[in-house]
């Protein structure tokens, strides 16, 4: 069974960072591609970031590129995206999926496994 655990959320000035972590068991994800999205209240969910998990290839949202960072760490199975420079626009819940090709990496419909979600404010 497939689990991703979100965590690393919290409140954070403008101008902060944050690094948000999603443990992933239950599998192998060689040849997956881990994504981030977020969604803020009353907005669709939208595309942040996503990572191949095998050849470690990044993919970032405009509003976030030069901003936020996807790694990976193979041994503990483990994702992460480090977020700096903060901004009150960037506040939504972030979640972390799981796809099994690295097409469409944008697209939430694509995604078959999901974390529960971890909450990131930032206050101006």
């Known amino acids: 069974q497939v689990q991703l655990v979100d965590s690393g959320g919290g409140l954070v000035q403008a101008g902060g960072s944050l690094r948000l972590s999603c443990a992933a068991s239950?599998?192998?994800?060689?040849?997956?591609?881990m994504g981030w999205f977020r969604q803020a209240p009353g907005k669709e969910r939208e595309f942040v970031a996503a990572?191949?998990?095998?050849?470690?290839?990044?993919y970032y949202a405009n509003s976030v590129k030069g901003r936020f960072t996807a790694s990976r760490d193979s041994a503990k199975n483990t994702v992460y995206l480090q977020m700096n420079s903060l901004k009150p626009e960037d506040t939504a819940v972030y979640y972390c999926?799981?796809?099994?090709?690295?097409?469409?990496?944008?697209?939430?419909?694509?995604?078959?496994?999901w974390g529960q979600g971890t909450q990131v404010t930032v206050s101006s």
């Open positions: 239950g599998r192998t994800f060689s040849g997956y591609a």
């Open positions: 999926a799981a796809k099994s090709t690295v097409v469409r990496i944008s697209a939430a419909y694509e995604y078959e496994y």
């Open positions: 990572i191949t998990w095998s050849g470690g290839i990044t």
